[in-house]
Structure formats: C-alpha cells, structure tokens
C-alpha cells in the first residue's frame, strides 16, 4: 500500500483499492411511481474523506449520490458524497469521478474512517501499492 503522490495537495493518505460500489444516480421518485436508479461500478482509490469511482457515464460536478461500497467480509457501507471531479479514463470508455464524503443522517461515514485507518498493505484487504 502506498500513499499517492502529495503534489494533489490532499490533508490525509490516499489508497489504491478497488471494491465494488453501487451509485444511486437518481432517487426513487417520492410517489413511489418510479424506482432509485442505481448502477455498479468500481472504486480505484479511497481516503478517509473521499473516494474515487469509475463510472460508464458522466457525472454532472456538484452532484450529490448516495453510496454503498461493498468490502468483501464486512457489511456494506453507506456513503453520502458530493462529485468534486470528472475526467475521461484514457483505458475504458468510461470516466474517473472523485467524491468528497461527508457525514449525513443514516450514512456510515464512522465506519468508512475506521477501514481506511485499518487498511493495511496485506492483500487480503485487497489494498494494492499505487505508483508515485
């Protein structure tokens, strides 16, 4: 596990890990007529207080999305996250897209602190080294 290069300008560590984690793009409706949508993706890297997701569609900046990052061994995590970024990923179709986390009602953003405290470079947490 390494921590990515600090000219990003970032108060705490960063690391490479990539978990699936389900988006919701839209909110049921308040009705009920029209169900959440909500797609799969992958994260690439985590910290404490972001994460960032690699998604087949573009997401507008400033967006608020509701997280749910699924650690293998452990129960799924509830985020709250705000879309501070967006760039085209040069090896998929796709887009790199970088959330702030921050704490809300009914979210598990404790939780989420004590992991990323906790990771290790061991594989099994699946943490991969990140190049400088």
């Known amino acids: 596990m390494t921590m990515l290069s600090d000219k990003e300008d970032r108060g705490e560590s960063r690391f490479r890990l990539v978990q699936t984690v389900f988006v919701e793009l839209q909110p049921a409706s308040r009705d009920g007529s029209k169900p959440p949508i909500i797609v799969m993706c992958n994260s690439s890297d985590v910290s404490a ?50 959330l702030l986390l921050f704490e809300a009602e009914k979210t598990d953003t404790q939780i989420w602190e004590k992991v990323i405290a906790d990771l290790s470079p061991s594989p099994k947490h699946g943490v991969q080294p990140t190049p400088p």
């Open 49 to 98: 207080n972001g994460i960032q997701i690699l998604l087949h569609e573009e997401i507008p900046m400033g967006s608020i999305l509701r997280l749910c990052v699924d650690m293998k061994n452990l129960d799924p995590i509830f985020l709250i996250g705000e879309v501070k970024w967006v760039q085209p990923d040069a090896d998929t179709d796709g887009f790199l897209i970088g």
